[in-house]
């Protein structure tokens, strides 16, 4: 009997070993901590942690963990098991999808989530930033717009987050919230939704992109953690009347989703 005890503790610890995936650090901002034994210690950009870990947000803190094939996005103050969130991360995937495509409708009629990348234009599509004055005041933005769209198009996210935060850096009113929210739309489109969710919190909450701003953060607040934001934000929108057409039913719908956590 007693050996028949330790088999079964053996595999058992050999199911726990297998259970747990080394994660990557691929993006860390402000402060944050992974519990090791009774104390706390301070994760950067590029650590590897084990998916049984328990990390810890400061308020304003986010963090991103990758194992190759998932990611783990986290914008909200509080303690996390890992494991817990990459067994919801499949679930948070089917609900982000609707959203990020119909929201991604402003950025260019095509977007979707969907595309497949065209691996040809990655590395050579983003030209060398200019920062003299002289070449600023004569920015095209809406050709940079443009060639944004067009990596949206053809996949290339990450390429087309850096056309729009060009064009965010060069343009003024209506035309930089107009990039800024298509660069947080690719950024999120590319999997790199804390640094999306980082771009749309320092946005103005009115103006003529304050709805789709609002609805793209709760959508992505809900995909990582800060399901209170995402209430606070939806039920602000509703109170001023940001949202208009199918917009009401997405806000009502997102509404709706973070209020059952």
Do not use: C, H
């Given at each position: 009997m007693k050996?028949?005890?330790?088999?079964?503790?053996?595999?058992?610890?050999?199911?726990?070993?297998?259970?747990?995936?080394?994660?990557?650090?691929?993006?860390?901002?402000?402060k944050v901590d992974m519990q090791n034994g009774s104390a706390w210690k301070a994760v950067?950009?590029?650590?590897?942690?084990?998916?049984?870990?328990?990390?810890?947000?400061?308020?304003?803190?986010?963090?991103?963990?990758?194992?190759g094939k998932r990611k783990v996005s986290l914008t909200a103050e509080g303690s996390y098991l890992l494991d817990n969130l990459l067994k919801k991360g499949a679930v948070a995937s089917r609900q982000n999808t609707g959203a990020m495509n119909k929201l991604g409708k402003l950025v260019d009629p095509q977007a979707s989530v969907g595309s497949t990348t065209v691996a040809a234009v990655r590395g050579a599509a983003i030209?060398?930033?200019?920062?003299?004055?002289?070449?600023?005041?004569?920015?095209?933005?809406?050709?940079?717009?443009?060639?944004?769209?067009?990596?949206?198009?053809?996949g290339d996210y990450s390429n087309a987050a850096?056309?729009?935060?060009?064009?965010?850096?060069?343009?003024?009113?209506?035309?930089?919230?107009?990039?800024?929210?298509?660069?947080?739309?690719?950024?999120?489109?590319?999997?790199?939704?804390?640094?999306?969710?980082?771009?749309?919190r320092s946005m103005p909450s009115s103006g003529n992109w304050a709805g789709p701003r609002a609805l793209l953060l709760a959508r992505l607040d809900i995909d990582s953690g800060a399901n209170a934001e995402a209430k606070s934000v939806i039920q602000a929108g509703v109170s001023s009347k940001l949202f208009v057409g199918d917009?009401?039913?997405?806000?009502?719908?997102?509404?709706?989703?973070?209020?059952a956590e």
């Open positions: 050996r028949f005890t330790v088999v079964l503790l053996i595999a058992f610890v050999a199911v726990v070993g297998l259970s747990a995936v080394p994660l990557t650090v691929s993006w860390a901002d402000g950067s950009m590029g650590d590897e942690l084990d998916s049984a870990s328990t990390i810890r947000l400061a308020k304003g803190a986010s963090v991103e963990l990758s194992d030209e060398p930033a200019k920062e003299s004055a002289e070449w600023q005041s004569d920015v095209d933005v809406s050709a940079i717009m443009d060639e944004g769209r067009k990596l949206v198009r053809a850096l056309k729009f935060d060009e064009a965010a850096q060069a343009a003024e009113g209506v035309d930089k919230d107009a990039a800024v929210y298509s660069e947080a739309w690719a950024l999120a489109a590319g999997d790199s939704q804390a640094k999306a969710v980082k771009l749309l917009e009401v039913d997405l806000a009502n719908s997102m509404l709706d989703e973070a209020s």
